[in-house]
């Protein structure tokens, strides 16, 4: 079954640990890439920069930030799974009350390694 979907596109700068017990100073660094799809609901429009806005702005919150000192990551480790699953939950009802779906959402700290999330598209092999 196809479908038909936006395509969004957004960076972020993050700094973490993935041992827990580590320091900020000993912090490693990423450019998140963050990939949205977006299906549109029913004949509402919408402008590609009005839902941009919505979106940067929820980003907002973790850039440049140390990721380990963020209220979701106090007791869990911000991998990249982690990070993406988080995103991916706070989002889905973001986008919602702005009349679209979030099918899936891919989020990547390095071109070969990329983390997919979606429970509205079945992933073929």
């Not at 941009?52 to 979701?72: A, H, R």
Request: proline share 2%; charged share 20%.
């Amino acid at each position: 079954m196809a479908y038909r979907a936006y395509k969004y596109t957004f960076k972020l700068h993050i700094a973490h640990n993935l041992n827990t017990s580590l320091s900020e100073q000993q912090a490693h660094f990423h450019t998140l890439k963050i990939v949205l799809y977006l299906e549109k609901q029913g004949n509402v429009f919408a402008s590609y920069e009005y839902i941009e806005k919505i979106i940067d702005d929820y980003l907002e919150q973790y850039k440049g930030k140390y990721l380990n000192n963020t209220v979701p990551f106090a007791n869990s480790s911000p991998t990249v799974e982690n990070i993406g699953t988080l995103f991916y939950n706070d989002l889905q009802s973001i986008v919602l009350t702005n009349h679209y779906d979030l099918l899936k959402l891919e989020i990547s700290e390095s071109p070969t390694r990329v983390f997919t999330i979606s429970d509205k598209i079945l992933l073929s092999c």
